[in-house]
């Protein structure tokens, strides 16, 4: 078995393909209907990020990824905001190969670090992020926090 991760080409038409299909299986996960149009709109973002892994050149898993600047350490910043691994390739090591391969990618480019979110009650996601180094930084970073305010009425995750 072989895990291959690869940063997506936005111009990639079989890479949009691929990814269509593990985006519909983790939005079920969220009970929320697919609309084929965030496909187009996120590989036209320009700050975005896109990587799949495939296990034996079938897909497996992805991570949506933005990249953002903090102006306090003039550097890019990336923040993993989807990540999935395909039901049938948990326990695999995809996630892990996934992390490594986005992480490398930051290093190669000289990122200052990578951001995520994670739900309390996820405890195989945190258990995942831990064994790869990521901390809750409001541990780390005590009396700082992160708010929001949502410009529309739907709430999204």
């Known amino acids: 078995m ?5 940063h997506l080409e936005p111009g990639n038409s079989e890479h949009k393909n691929l990814f269509e299909s593990l985006f519909r299986e983790y939005l079920s996960g969220f009970s929320v209907a697919f609309d084929p149009a965030v496909i ?5 973002l320009s700050y975005f990020h896109g990587f ?5 050149d079938k ?9 953002s600047f903090s102006t306090y350490r003039l550097q890019r910043v990336m923040n993993i905001h989807d990540f999935m691994v395909a ?7 995809v996630g892990k190969a996934q992390l490594h391969a986005i992480e490398q990618y930051c290093r190669d480019n ?3 670090k990578i951001t995520l979110e994670v739900a309390d009650d996820n405890i195989a ?9 990521y901390e809750d930084y409001r541990v780390v970073l005590k009396g700082q926090q992160h708010w929001q305010k949502y ?5 999204k995750h």
Request: glycine content about 6%; aromatic content about 12%; charged content about 25%.
């Open 110 to 112: 000289h990122y200052l």
């Open 125 to 133: 996601a945190k258990k995942l992020y831990s064994s790869c180094q």
């Open 40 to 44: 187009e709109q996120l590989f036209a």
């Open 87 to 93: 039901n049938r390739c948990r326990g695999k090591g």
């Open 59 to 67: 897909p497996a898993g992805f991570a949506v990824c933005f990249e």
């Open 151 to 155: 410009l529309n009425n739907r709430k």
């Open 2 to 6: 072989e895990i291959l991760v690869k």
């Open 52 to 56: 799949m892994s495939f296990i034996d």
